[in-house]
T-cell receptor
């Protein structure tokens, strides 16, 4: 089945630094990928839709200059949390659909647990 | 925008008891998907419902999609400790479009 790989699984960084998270579709090409953030015991909140070859579409309230998204190829999307602060600590998850299947479900990466100290 | 509400937020059951979570959308959906997230893990796809009034079963799990395609439910018969986790519904209203997740129902099962 379709697999989405996300890296790193955990990262601890100091306040003010930037962190890059990678999301790869391993056996299908994804023109669109989705980035979610999940706080403890809460639901998945869509942050942005990553579009291959064009600008990402950000949800209301998500700062595009803070969360930089690049979707340079059909199998890779990256999320960079710039100038991270403790309030950015969260679980970030990417997902993608296999375009070969109509109404395909989302396949999620394993997530990245970010801790900003 | 589209909202998807899910209840209850938490459910604690004794092993062997049944469990149901309900999902309601503010708009008519093209389809609805259900996911399970184990503690510390990522959401894993369970099933998708597309047709009005559709009912699907996976062993002890029964999924229903309402006639109006605005609500859905997941029922687990005779829960087991392996059923613990958070169950999310996700409403989709465009093909290949984004999904709107419900708040999830966290199930704990006491042996």
């Amino acid at each position: 089945g379709a697999v989405v790989s996300q890296h790193p699984s955990r990262v601890i960084c100091k306040s003010g630094t930037s962190v890059k998270i990678e999301c790869r579709s391993l056996d299908f090409q994804a023109t669109t990928m989705f980035w979610y953030r999940q706080f403890p015991k809460q639901s998945l909140m869509l942050m942005a839709t990553s579009n291959e070859g064009s600008k990402a579409t950000y949800e209301q309230g998500v700062e595009k200059d803070k969360f930089l998204i690049n979707h340079a190829s059909l199998t890779l999307s990256t999320l960079t949390v710039t100038s991270a602060h403790p309030e950015d600590s969260s679980f970030y998850i990417c997902s993608a659909r296999d375009p070969r299947t109509a109404w395909a479900p989302l396949h999620f990466g394993n997530g990245t647990r970010l801790t900003v100290t | 925008g589209q909202q998807v509400m899910q209840i209850p937020q938490y459910q604690h059951v004794q092993e062997g008891e049944d469990f149901t979570t309900y999902c309601n959308s503010s708009t008519t959906l093209s389809n609805i998907q259900w996911y399970k997230q184990r503690p510390g893990g990522h959401p894993v796809f369970l099933i998708q419902l597309v047709k009005s009034g559709e009912v699907k079963k996976q062993k002890r799990l029964t999924f229903q999609f309402g006639e109006a395609k605005k609500n859905s439910s997941l029922h687990i018969t005779a829960t087991q400790t392996t059923d613990v986790g958070t169950y999310f519904c996700a409403g989709v209203n465009t093909n290949a479009g984004k999904s709107t997740f419900g708040d999830g129902t966290t199930l704990t099962v006491k042996p």
